[in-house]
């Protein structure tokens, strides 16, 4: 039997508590709807733990569950779908267009390499600054552990003083905390994948999961169109709302 939230609830389960779960599974219960985020932060962390990315000091527990954007990743995606519906409510013009260009974007992935510290606490502050990684190729742009290990390498390389040929624009932009930027990121540290780093500025705090980053260091949006070396990924990014995968 699946366990819902409206079960857990009832029975007063704490669906945070991974050995809690454990128990409710061997029993029969299908826990995965709840295991399976928690299960990801525990890599994550372990991940930091091992150095093998990087953990923001200022980050408060805030975990997510990205499993439940699974319908929504394939693009096209049916314009009729609840992540659409939801996100054209509030357009009165243009609506049209966006239904269109909402359907056919991918959604990806964003990793954080570096924040405005506000944003790893809640709040409701408006435009502050991030520095994500991200990729628009098939392969990448939805590995969760993949994103967060070549934002701990971007980081890194922003403090080495030895920086490959093809990642000194990037890394010197990175450098400069008042730069506006999205450079593709070198083959040196992203190989083949069509990976980019760019600044953004969160419109509002609110349109974040408890309006904080997620503490696994994740950020989903729709893609509306290719990323143009050395501009600005601005409107490009279309945060997708807290509520389809808080």
Known sequence: MKLTKFMANNFQIDVTNLAQLEQYEKMGWDVSEFKAPLLAQAKVQQAAREGKIAADDNALSNPVNLERLAPYLAAPRDPGCLLIQDMLKIMLVGKKEKLQSYSAAPLVYAAVVQANRSLWQPGTAQFLPAVLVFAADDAHRNDVM?????????????????????????????RDDKSDFCYKI???????????????????????????????????????????????????????PAKFYN
Do not use: H
């Not at 070549?150 to 990037?170: G, T, V, Y």
């Not at 994740?218 to 509306?224: A, E």
């Open 186 to 240: 070198g083959a040196s540290v992203a190989g083949d994948a069509d990976a980019w780093c760019a600044t953004y500025k969160f419109s509002s705090q609110s349109q974040l999961p408890g309006k904080c980053l997620p503490s696994i260091g994740i950020v989903p949006f729709l893609l509306k169109s290719p990323p143009a070396q050395g501009g600005s990924i601005g409107t490009n990014f279309v945060p997708i």
């Open 146 to 174: 993949w994103l967060n290990n070549l934002a701990a390498e971007i980081k890194r390389l922003k403090n080495s003083a030895e920086i490959p040929q093809d990642m000194l624009q990037l890394v010197g932009s990175l």
